[in-house]
């Protein structure tokens, strides 16, 4: 089987497709792009991090970071690099998810950078399924402006009294004449203080299993009986109350029936369908932060000297910044993989969930590691508020929660992986050294004395 031959996911050759070469390059055309998007965000986005610090100001249109954001904008649409998340069936520029990856890794530099180019979650994800699920007045109502830039969303889901485990979501809707009425809480709904509208999962037939009794349903910002009991934060430091999560609580809040996105009983798998596409864009991003902190480590350990030496001369630094470049390629390699994998398939196929499960549960490990060892080669700089590196901390527990807890992102990985593999009957592995030679004996019996 040559080099670059398509294979299917258990490595036997795909007749039906062309020859794609894997020689890691990128198109020359693309690259230039990349390259301009480097510079854009280094010296256009990245100062906006370090002036507008409210928890919001990246995604709120009525903070005045958005008034700095408008002519950056402009010129990322004038490029044709906005909104590269949708293909073209669903109305985006049908770049692919590997080259969305090279870009995401230029934005996961700032938090800034996802909304100037269009691509800020959960904002992509709602675009997603209101592209594959919405009726034509909701496209034109929501996607539509959505996609401009011009509001933005919420995605509710989880609840207090049970996290991300659809298993316990209690969260009802009924239907009340030509009405859906929701009554129940949900918990860290994301930009919900700040959202046009929220896409909300609730629980539509609680005598059936929730992939087949729950609904997504648009909930309008300002319809009566949605309630933001408070707002959360992520960190110990901002006061209670502050922060841009929502807890809500819907009391007798009623939608028209119409309000519905995609059929009845199918929320769950409404979900599943952005939940994907979220993963792979944090795993994205997160290879830009990755590279910012390793940035920062290298400057640190050629410029600073202590013991008579530079850092960079000191084995035990060399042994992190060696670790890091190793970690940090690996994880780049495994999701720019699963993009390509999404790519090849074109939708959320056994393989593609299996690698982004694993890339989603990996992320936080890299993370930890490499920002850590970025923090502890700074010294009390790198733990003060005057470098990024503490920001960047607070994204390793976020990391291994948002959007299914670690734990659940591996199980499903290794019962993936184990699934087709059949046991073996005998009382010795198949692999059993003495069995196997005595059969391997036989086999060349005529070159043995």
């Not at 709602?126 to 401009?148: S, V």
């Not at 005598?207 to 009794?213: L, S």
């Not at 997160?286 to 902190?293: D, H, Q, S, Y």
Request: a negative charge; charged letters at 25%; hydrophobic letters at 40%.
């Amino acid at each position: 089987m040559a080099l670059g031959t398509p294979v299917n996911d258990r490595g036997r050759e795909r007749k039906d497709e062309p020859l794609m070469a894997w020689d890691f390059s990128t198109d020359p055309d693309f690259e230039q792009r990349l390259e301009w998007m480097r510079d854009f965000v280094a010296e256009e986005i990245e100062p906006l991090d370090l002036v507008f610090r409210d928890p919001a100001a990246h995604v709120d249109p009525r903070s005045p970071a958005a008034r700095a954001m408008a002519p950056l904008k402009e010129e990322v649409k004038r490029r044709g690099l906005w909104a590269c998340h949708l293909g073209p069936d669903l109305g985006g520029k049908g770049l692919g998810q590997l080259k969305l990856g090279l870009m995401n890794e230029i934005l996961g530099r700032s938090r800034f950078a996802p909304t100037v180019f269009g691509t800020q979650a959960p904002d992509t994800g709602n675009a997603e399924i209101l592209a594959r699920f919405g009726t034509a007045d909701q496209k034109a109502k929501y996607l539509q402006p959505l996609l401009d830039g011009e509001i933005v969303s919420c995605y509710s889901m989880t609840e207090p009294q049970a996290g991300a485990d659809p298993g316990e979501f209690t969260c009802q809707a009924r239907l009340d004449g030509d009405e859906w009425v929701i009554d129940g809480e949900k918990w860290f709904a994301s930009h919900a203080c700040i959202a046009e509208f929220l896409i909300v999962m609730v629980i539509t037939d609680p005598e059936v299993p929730v992939h087949q009794g729950s609904t997504m349903l648009i909930v309008p910002h300002d319809t009566p009986g949605l309630e933001i009991v408070r707002n959360t934060a992520v960190g110990p430091k901002d006061e209670i109350g502050s922060g841009v999560h929502g807890y809500l609580r819907f009391t007798n809040c009623r939608v028209p029936q119409a309000s519905r996105l995609g059929p009845v009983g199918e929320g769950f798998k409404v979900a599943q369908s952005r939940l994907g596409g979220g993963r792979i864009h944090h795993a994205m991003r997160t290879v830009g932060m990755l590279n910012k902190a390793m940035d920062y480590m290298k400057e640190r350990v050629v410029s600073r000297t202590t013991k008579g030496e530079r850092l960079a001369d000191k084995q035990m630094v060399q042994e992190k910044i060696a670790d890091s470049y190793t970690q940090i390629l690996q994880f780049r390699l495994h999701v720019l993989y699963a993009a390509w994998l999404l790519d090849r398939d074109k939708s959320y196929t056994r393989p593609v969930r299996r690698e982004i499960s694993a890339i989603k549960a990996a992320m936080p490990g890299v993370l930890k590691d490499v920002i850590y060892r970025a923090l502890h080669l700074h010294g009390s700089l790198g733990m003060s508020n005057e470098t990024p590196l503490m920001d960047m901390w607070q994204y390793v527990p976020e990391m291994g929660i948002v959007d299914g807890p670690t734990e659940v992102h591996k199980i499903g990985v290794a019962k993936d992986i184990l699934r087709d593999v059949v046991p073996f009957d005998g009382p010795f592995p198949s692999y059993h050294v003495p069995t196997r030679l005595a059969a391997a004996r036989e086999k060349f019996a005529a070159y043995l004395d």
